[in-house]
């Protein structure tokens, strides 16, 4: 069961890497639409598990994939909005979520 500090650092998380993708979304993701579904955030407040939803006609991999190369520039984007909120910014560790999938799967069978 998560603390309210872990609930309160990862939804402060959320909301901000969901700014961060979309700002950055014409620039780097050709215009797909990234959503931050879930964060996740360690008990030490170390490590927060993120799990994105990526809605793009084509190529989700390739996008997700570039996601994953550049975690340390995203984390440093982000730690440089929450500097005064939050003292370290956690390692981001991104998953791709299918749940959305998954349940348009369901709904055509």
Do not use: C, W
């Amino acid at each position: 069961m998560a603390t309210i500090r872990q609930n309160r650092v990862s939804s402060l998380l959320q909301k901000e890497l969901a700014t961060f993708f979309q700002r950055e979304s014409k620039t780097y993701f050709g215009g797909a639409i990234i959503s931050v579904t879930v964060v996740r955030v360690s008990s030490d407040l170390a490590i927060a598990k993120v799990y994105l939803s990526i809605f793009a006609k084509e190529g989700r991999e390739e996008i997700f994939r570039f996601i994953d190369t550049q975690t340390s520039q995203i984390r440093y984007m982000v730690g440089k909005q929450l500097g005064k909120q939050l003292r370290v910014v956690p390692e981001l560790h991104f998953y791709y979520d299918d749940s959305l999938d998954y349940a348009e799967e369901i709904n055509k069978l």
